[in-house]
């Protein structure tokens, strides 16, 4: 479900609905739950759930041939189409209607060009307008990539050579050069069955992997591998080149665990540091380093978006007190040091603001709106924009806070007339946006 504010002339409107995925359609048509979920992968369970899924697609009670995902993960923008992403699926096309309204216009397959997944963390390039994006799978090819030009044209696949079957989530760009993560959370159905475990397993024998691929390549043959201590990442912040090193802005999770939040969310998260960190790769030595730039728990990283895969300043973050509730927001300055040490992560350093929720309220993922689009105006001059929930009042809220001085005192406040739920991600749509999909 796609929860959405329209703030236009002084005025807000307030929707939520459902993306109109071909899973849900044939879901309502039975009354109820017929697709497996990823959450019902893990022991006898999950192999029975399997084999359940499998008979109902051979004898046509279900029909994969439209995907099967639910289009719940990410929105991102392109070639005047608002897309709905899931990373087991293709994308659907989303229309904003002038109330405010949502419409879902269908699949987006690329005039059948795009047979693979499509993640939920493409990429723009603000600057060329292309997307950049990848898929990964099962069964080999275990990652493709592709490029999209900036009028929906959709090229060649790029088959990524890698081991195993992985979980990846996020990629990023550079001007020059997409920075694939091949890091040793493991696709192990048979684990799955013998252990009890959840289908995804991580192997911390294992080091972690960074592909730099030229973002034009027609194959993977120019690729360079890094290695660094293994770890997770579900999210990237941005990245960039510097002189000969690509730097990688991201959240690393160290040992993850993802039995711990399959299933009932604790109000606490054992052993769970998810940090912010700086990766460098440098291009001519082969040599990679990594340094430290948080403590935990931060994830949900967003930046000024005029600067994707350009060098930045300032990243935004969410503060984290179990995987499912943020407690506040904060700010960054990659311009500074880390404060040594902090135990937590609180304002000093590179910690240049907080906007605590207060006790009680859990917030999302912030997204930065520029208060001018480009990058001719100051990094952080801005806005980050939220959805929040009280459980003292059970009343939710749209935020807007001032990012540049993070202000405990937010810009505006729009209350809404329901919960909205702890979600994933979060995205801004422009006016000049909204227009372009009137062509639709």
Known sequence: ????????????????????????????????????????????????????????????????????????????????????????????????????????????????RLKHSFTAHPKVDPFTGEMFTFGYSHEPPYVTYRVISKDGVMHDPVPITISDPIMMHDFAITENYAVFLDLPLYFRPKEMVKDKKFIFTFDATKKARFGVLPRY?????????????????????????????????????????????????????????????????????????????????????????????????????????????????????????????KGKIEVGGNVKGIFDLGPGRFGSEAVFIPREPGTTSEEDDGYLIFFAHDENTGKSSVNVIDAKTMSANPVAVVELPHRVPYGFHAFFVSEEQLQEQEKL
């Open 1 to 112: 479900m796609i929860h959405g504010m329209r703030i236009k002339d002084g005025k807000a409107a307030y929707v939520r609905r459902f993306v109109r995925t071909s899973r849900l359609k044939q879901e309502e048509f039975f009354g109820g739950a017929k697709f497996m979920k990823i959450g019902d992968l893990k022991g006898l369970f999950g192999l029975l759930m399997v084999n359940i899924q499998i008979l109902r697609l051979k004898s046509k009670v279900l029909d994969n041939s439209y995907g099967i995902g639910t289009g719940n993960t990410n929105l991102i923008y392109h070639n005047g189409k608002l897309l709905a992403l899931q990373e087991a699926d293709k994308p659907y096309v989303v229309k904003v209607m002038e109330d405010g309204d949502l419409q879902t216009l269908g699949l987006l397959d690329y005039d059948k």
């Open 217 to 341: 390549a027609k194959d993977d043959l120019l690729i360079k591998w890094f290695e660094l201590p293994n770890c997770f990442i579900f999210h990237n912040a941005n990245a960039w080149e510097e002189e000969d090193e690509i730097v990688l802005i991201t959240c690393r999770l160290q040992n993850p665990d993802l039995d711990m939040v399959n299933g009932a969310v604790k109000e606490k998260l054992e052993n769970f540091t998810n940090e912010l960190y700086e990766m460098r790769f440098n291009m001519k030595t082969g040599v990679a380093s990594q340094k430290k730039l948080s403590e935990s728990a931060v994830d949900f990283p967003r930046v000024n978006e005029s600067y994707t895969g350009r060098k930045q300043r300032y990243v935004y973050g969410t503060l984290l007190d179990s995987i499912a509730k943020v407690t506040g927001i904060v700010k960054f300055d990659l311009h500074s040091e880390p404060e040594p040490g």
